[in-house]
């Protein structure tokens, strides 16, 4: 949330306060004030200050009642740098209210000559740093003597749609006061850039105007309430630090819908494609306050501007924000539980979030999108609340598909490469490594954070894994859902879904020791627990297993992808095998190869050979899971035979079947001789002109010795 740092200024000599509320490693600067005078002016009016310094003048009947006004000089440094022309000064017990203009008369340091203002900065609320700062507010001044002498307006009435001058001007911390020089303004359809008089030859401020014009463009076309700005907006450069590009600010504590702003660091100004690029993601803040200024909303501010940059690169479709690289994590930590690591990298983070919900249509297709959960939030409700119910109409179903696509970098890029580099190495309690026959189990606790993700990595590094070694992973407690992948660096692939209190096998971990892969457990918490704030927990145990087969084991799965590898088929089919009485058999190959531009699957299953007279069936079931015929025509089932003196199949020829499940039956017995022996299986797709064959599938039987 927003930090509010209050201070108290006190009478005396002298005092020392801290001026910086931001988190900063370096700790926050120092400040040191001197008292310059002191005065109690009434309805006959009268002056405060000093020649040295500065002069207040209020005339009669400004104050309705007696004030006490204090003025202190300050050893802080001008916030316009070498755009300053004076040191700052602070103004104590200025009333919100005074009903005559009144004059200021403040001492320059004689460079003040030309585009002079003075900046009267009061505290405001930063909407991009979410702290409380002195902004600014330039107010036009002529010199006159070695001073700039400005007059302060009349207050307007307070309200929403009031002028931009009617925020609280005088404040128990004082109202800060500092002159500034060589500005000039730029002034287009709804803005005024205030910079300096040689900006005009900066690529970065044509730039900035772009970005800031056809941000108001596009929001006003996807309907978003710009209308509601009826004076343009104001933008300063001037120097921030070196890691802000812009701010928003807004009067604080009152707020109007004029009384936004923005600043821009004038160190980036050389970088154009940054200034459009920002121009752009700190007005949308301007238009987010007119909606709802809660600090509640402030995660979903950044999360929405940070996706909103999109508009204003060269590739939008695969730009990737720099600001969520840096928070790609904070997903995984809870959608609103992740502000604990603070509500500007949490928006960072979660913009993923807002492009995965928004992101179908055109342009502004999808910024209308957005604009349908920013119209959720003028009623007050929660941010998270107003993203589901865009979405699925109360039930966050959605979050599920969302973690799966994030971490799959579907959503943006480089979630799964992050992982890889930093995150299990920095956390090994999220990593189950598989080093040896004492490496059997573990149990992952999971806090199950309403709306969260987590990542954990059994790493399979043991040489002593056989074809039988297998992981049985189970999800227990919790609302929650766990996807397993085997993953090698950043190629990953989706084996199974585990659901609650239920669990799958991984077999044959050898060959994921041998092909270097490991197996990745991504756990998505889909529940509400706490459905007032989203910050309920809800445990629960991921529990992993690493054992052997049994020896007998007589069922064995084979998924077949067809994706990608021809033109006329996608999807996949399952085969099945099974032998009668529970004969023993093993897969001792278990492999793809190309043929003629064509995925196949290469498998040699080997068994003992039987006693005299008995007879090992094989039966062979192909079913589909989720294959399809692209083009017109039909899918079938075909095989063709290779060396069957080996091998008997049941039945030899096999019309072929227009659906599936296909069965065929193998039997081998004592009287076929030892050796490798294999058929085919084919898909066969008939269209209307021509015929296509499609191997899919090798299938070798190996008896009496390993192959």
């Known amino acids: 949330m927003k930090t509010r740092c209050f201070f108290a200024l006190l009478s005396g000599v002298s005092l020392t306060f801290l001026t910086a509320c931001k988190d900063n490693s370096e700790g926050p600067s120092q400040e040191s004030f001197t008292l310059i005078d002191k005065q109690q002016i009434g309805a006959s009016g009268g002056s405060v200050g000093s020649a040295e310094y500065m002069t207040v003048d209020i005339p009669a009947g400004a104050f309705v009642t007696s004030v006490d006004l204090e003025m202190y000089s300050s050893d802080g440094e001008n916030p316009f740098k070498e755009d300053g022309a004076?040191?700052?000064?602070?103004?104590?017990?200025?009333?919100?209210?005074?009903?005559?203009?009144?004059?200021?008369?403040?001492?320059?340091?004689?460079?003040?000559?030309?585009?002079?203002?003075?900046?009267?900065?009061?505290?405001?609320?930063?909407?991009?740093?979410?702290?409380?700062?002195?902004?600014?507010?330039?107010?036009?001044?002529?010199?006159?003597?070695?001073?700039?002498?400005?007059?302060?307006?009349?207050?307007?009435?307070?309200?929403?749609?009031?002028?931009?001058?009617?925020?609280?001007?005088?404040?128990?911390?004082?109202?800060?006061?500092?002159?500034?020089?060589?500005?000039?303004?730029?002034?287009?359809?709804?803005?005024?850039?205030?910079?300096?008089?040689?900006?005009?030859?900066?690529?970065?401020?044509?730039?900035?105007?772009?970005?800031?014009?056809?941000?108001?463009?596009?929001?006003?076309?996807?309907?978003?309430?710009?209308?509601?700005?009826?004076?343009?907006?104001?933008?300063?450069?001037?120097?921030?630090?070196?890691?802000?590009?812009?701010?928003?600010?807004?009067?604080?504590?009152?707020?109007?819908?004029?009384?936004?702003?923005?600043?821009?660091?004038?160190?980036?100004?050389?970088?154009?494609?940054?200034?459009?690029?920002?121009?752009?993601?700190?007005?949308?803040?301007?238009?987010?306050?007119?909606?709802?200024?809660?600090?509640?909303?402030?995660?979903?501010?950044?999360?929405?501007?940070?996706?909103?940059?999109?508009?204003?690169?060269?590739?939008?479709?695969?730009?990737?924000?720099?600001?969520?690289?840096?928070?790609?994590?904070?997903?995984?930590?809870?959608?609103?539980?992740?502000?604990?690591?603070?509500?500007?990298?949490?928006?960072?983070g979660t913009s993923s979030v807002i492009k995965y919900l928004v992101e179908n249509g055109n342009n502004a297709e999808q910024l209308a999108n957005l604009r349908k959960i920013w119209d959720l939030t003028k009623t007050g409700k929660h941010p998270v609340q107003a993203l589901i119910e865009y979405q699925s109409n109360y039930t966050p179903n959605w979050w599920n598909e969302f973690i799966k696509a994030y971490f799959t970098n579907q959503v943006y890029g480089g979630v799964t490469e992050a992982y890889n580099k930093y995150w299990f190495n920095q956390n090994p309690t999220d990593v189950f490594r598989v080093r040896g026959a004492n490496d059997k189990e573990i149990i992952f606790n999971n806090d199950g954070k309403d709306l969260s993700g987590y990542v954990y990595l059994v790493n399979i590094d043991w040489d002593g894994l056989t074809n039988l070694s297998k992981c049985t992973i189970s999800l227990s407690s919790g609302i929650s859902r766990l996807y397993v992948f085997k993953k090698k660096d950043t190629e990953i692939e989706l084996l199974s879904e585990v659901?609650?209190?239920?669990?799958?096998?991984?077999?044959?971990?050898?060959?994921?020791?041998?092909?270097?892969?490991?197996?990745?457990?991504?756990?998505?918490?889909?529940?509400?627990?706490?459905?007032?704030?989203?910050?309920?927990?809800?445990?629960?145990?991921?529990?992993?297993?690493?054992?052997?087969?049994?020896?007998?084991?007589?069922?064995?799965?084979?998924?077949?992808?067809?994706?990608?590898?021809?033109?006329?088929?996608?999807?996949?089919?399952?085969?099945?095998?099974?032998?009668?009485?529970?004969?023993?058999?093993?897969?001792?190959?278990?492999?793809?190869?190309?043929?003629?531009?064509?995925?196949?699957?290469?498998?040699?299953?080997?068994?003992?050979?039987?006693?005299?007279?008995?007879?090992?069936?094989?039966?062979?079931?192909?079913?589909?899971?989720?294959?399809?015929?692209?083009?017109?025509?039909?899918?079938?089932?075909?095989?063709?035979?290779?060396?069957?003196?080996?091998?008997t199949l049941i039945p030899y020829v096999y019309p072929q079947p227009d659906i599936l499940p296909y069965h065929v039956t193998a039997q081998y017995s004592s009287s076929n001789s030892a050796g490798p022996c294999s058929f085919w299986l084919e898909l066969l797709i008939n269209e209307p002109y021509f015929s296509n064959n499609l191997d899919v599938m090798m299938l070798g039987f190996n008896i009496g010795k390993d192959h």
């Open 499 to 647: 659901y609650m209190d239920e669990e799958i096998t991984v077999s044959d971990l050898k060959s994921f020791y041998d092909n270097g892969y490991d197996i990745c457990l991504l756990l998505s918490n889909f529940g509400i627990h706490a459905l007032e704030n989203f910050t309920g927990y809800y445990p629960t145990q991921i529990h992993v297993q690493i054992s052997d087969e049994e020896e007998d084991n007589s069922v064995t799965y084979y998924e077949t992808q067809a994706d990608n590898y021809h033109p006329y088929f996608s999807g996949s089919f399952l085969i099945t095998f099974e032998t009668d009485d529970d004969y023993p058999f093993t897969v001792t190959k278990d492999q793809y190869f190309i043929s003629e531009g064509v995925k196949v699957k290469d498998l040699y299953i080997h068994f003992d050979p039987p006693p005299a007279g008995v007879v090992v069936t094989f039966n062979i079931t192909i079913d589909t899971l989720s294959l399809s015929c692209v083009n017109p025509g039909k899918i079938e089932i075909n095989k063709a035979i290779w060396a069957v003196s080996d091998m």
């Open 86 to 348: 004076s040191g700052l000064v602070y103004l104590k017990g200025l009333p919100a209210q005074f009903i005559k203009p009144i004059r200021i008369a403040l001492k320059h340091d004689g460079t003040a000559t030309d585009g002079t203002y003075i900046n009267q900065a009061q505290l405001t609320a930063n909407t991009s740093t979410f702290d409380t700062i002195y902004g600014t507010n330039l107010i036009q001044a002529n010199d006159s003597a070695g001073f700039l002498v400005a007059f302060l307006p009349v207050p307007q009435p307070k309200g929403r749609n009031a002028d931009e001058n009617s925020g609280i001007i005088g404040n128990d911390n004082g109202v800060q006061y500092s002159c500034v020089k060589g500005l000039t303004k730029r002034q287009s359809d709804h803005f005024i850039i205030y910079h300096r008089n040689t900006d005009v030859y900066d690529p970065g401020l044509e730039a900035l105007n772009d970005g800031l014009e056809a941000g108001y463009q596009l929001l006003a076309e996807a309907y978003f309430e710009v209308n509601r700005l009826t004076k343009p907006v104001n933008v300063y450069l001037k120097y921030l630090n070196d890691e802000i590009y812009g701010q928003t600010n807004r009067d604080f504590p009152f707020y109007t819908d004029n009384s936004g702003y923005i600043e821009i660091n004038r160190l980036h100004l050389m970088e154009p494609a940054l200034m459009k690029i920002t121009g752009a993601h700190e007005f949308f803040h301007i238009v987010q306050d007119l909606y709802n200024f809660d600090d509640k909303y402030n995660w979903l501010q950044e999360a929405s501007s940070t996706w909103f940059e999109k508009f204003f690169t060269s590739s939008p479709g695969s730009y990737v924000p720099q600001t969520f690289t840096e928070n790609l994590k904070q997903p995984f930590w809870g959608l609103q539980m992740g502000v604990v690591k603070g509500a500007d990298k949490h928006g960072y």
